[in-house]
Structure formats: structure tokens, C-alpha cells
């Protein structure tokens, strides 16, 4: 016997509700032919949410009876909640694989022979560039976050304005080629002061924060990983600074 799913959502020429089309899309995938009802109008929608005594659409009908919105559907289906709740590593996890992912294609691109070492240079580099992107596209947010935890911001307030630019800057310099004396100064700074306070904060005064690293905004909890990402900062400086020297030492 076919499964059958009545659904009421908002599709109006202002709004269309997308929690609307992943209720239909949800129960199209369980197997259930699904009448779909348009609310068309705000009209609509009130006239419904008053009748139904509710205060929310989308609404689904299962058998005749009223199963509930979006969330409930997932539930009934022993769906865990769509929307992610609590602390999670997903934003860093995945910069740092587009990352690699970068590093690899790139060397593969423009280099004849592809060393290790040159993935690693192009990884930590991409790396850093993709991060700052995320901290400055709410620099608000993020400094916001920032100053609860790193040293220096907390005694000045515009070095957490800077610091994205800076991460920024050390990314693209590797990426240019720009002096290693320069651009390798810049991250071993960063990188050492970032990773103090990181330190300081999660394993000596044990408090529990949000991480800054992927933006203001989100629920990564600070430590291991922004203990990596100084670390990269920390390991790139010191590399580049190596290499400025050796080059020194030659040139002479």
C-alpha cells in the first residue's frame, strides 16, 4: 500500500519556505506520495496556523493526523536534528581539507616534480589565507571572540582588527615568495602570541571558549585546534626565516 503525507507550506511570490521543500523532499525519499499544499499568501498562512493552532509552517499530516513541522518529520523518522547543535570541529576539519586539497592540485599544476615539502609549504599557506577569509567577513564577530582570550588583544583592543590582515598577509607572502626576513617575521609573531594565550587560557586557567579561528560566529571549541593553526604559523615563520638565511649565507 502506498504511503501517503499531507504537506501545508508557504510558498508565496515573497517567500518560499525551505524548510517547506525539505519536508518534500524528506518524505519523497521515505517512499510517501506526498499532496502538496501551498499557503500562497500571507492570508493563507494565518488563516491555516489559526485553524490548525499552530504557529509555525510547514505542517505535515501522516494518516490523517497531524505529525508536525520540519524537526518533527526528522524525529519520526529517528532522524537526528538538522540543524547542528553544541560545539563542533566540521568548519576547521573542512578548510583545512579544501586546503590540502589546494596545496595538492597546485603542485601538481605548476610543478614538474611534486615534493613533499612543497605540498606542506602550499598546505600551511592556503591554510592561512582560507582562515583569515573567515575571520574577516564578520571582523566584528571575531574580534569579539578573540579578545576574551589572546593575551595581547586583551591589552590592546585594535591588534585583534590587525591579526586577520596579518595571517592574511604571511599566507599570501609564502604564496608570492615574498622575503622570507618579512613575511616569516610576521608569522612566527602571530603564531607564538596566539599560541601563549591559546595555552594560557584552555590548559593553565582551564576555561572553556569559542574558538576565533574560523570566524566570531562559530561553535569550535578552542584548543587543539587553534593550537595547530599557531603552530603552522609558528613552523612556517621559522622555515622562512631559515630559508632567508641560508640564501643570505650563500649570496655572500
Not at 490523517?64 to 513541522?69: D, F, K, N, T
Not at 537526528?80 to 553544541?86: C, E, N
Not at 593553526?229 to 626565516?241: C, D, H, R, S, V
Amino acid at each position: 500500500m502506498k504511503k501517503s503525507a499531507m504537506l501545508f507550506r508557504m510558498h508565496t511570490n515573497e517567500h518560499i519556505c525551505p524548510f517547506g521543500l525539505r519536508s518534500k523532499d524528506l518524505l519523497a525519499r521515505q517512499g510517501f506520495e506526498v499532496t502538496d499544499h501551498k499557503l500562497a499568501t500571507r492570508e493563507e498562512v494565518d488563516k491555516f496556523k489559526k485553524e490548525q493552532g499552530v504557529e509555525t509552517t510547514p505542517q505535515i499530516f501522516i494518516n490523517g493526523e497531524r505529525l508536525g513541522g520540519y524537526d518533527d518529520l526528522r524525529y519520526y523518522f529517528c532522524m537526528k536534528p538538522a540543524i547542528q547543535t553544541g560545539t563542533t570541529y566540521t568548519p576547521v576539519l573542512a578548510t583545512f581539507a579544501m586546503a590540502l586539497l589546494m596545496a595538492i592540485a597546485t603542485a601538481f599544476t605548476y610543478r614538474e616534480i611534486v615534493s613533499l615539502i612543497t605540498v606542506i609549504e602550499l598546505f600551511v599557506a592556503f591554510s592561512m589565507t582560507l582562515l583569515a577569509i573567515q575571520k574577516m567577513s564578520d571582523l566584528f564577530a571575531f574580534t569579539n571572540s578573540f579578545i576574551t582570550y589572546d593575551l595581547l588583544a586583551m591589552r590592546h583592543l585594535r591588534y585583534a582588527y590587525v591579526y586577520p590582515f596579518a595571517e592574511a598577509f604571511a599566507g599570501l607572502g609564502m604564496l608570492a615568495a615574498l622575503p622570507g626576513y618579512l613575511v616569516g617575521s610576521i608569522s612566527l609573531f602571530i603564531g607564538t602570541v596566539g599560541a601563549v594565550s591559546v595555552f594560557k587560557a584552555v590548559y593553565v586557567d582551564k576555561r572553556e571558549l569559542k574558538c576565533a579561528c574560523v570566524g566570531g560566529n562559530s561553535n569550535v571549541p578552542l584548543g587543539l585546534v587553534s593550537i595547530t593553526e599557531n603552530l603552522f604559523m609558528i613552523i612556517a615563520g621559522i622555515w622562512m626565516l631559515s630559508e632567508a638565511s641560508d640564501l643570505m649565507t650563500y649570496s655572500c
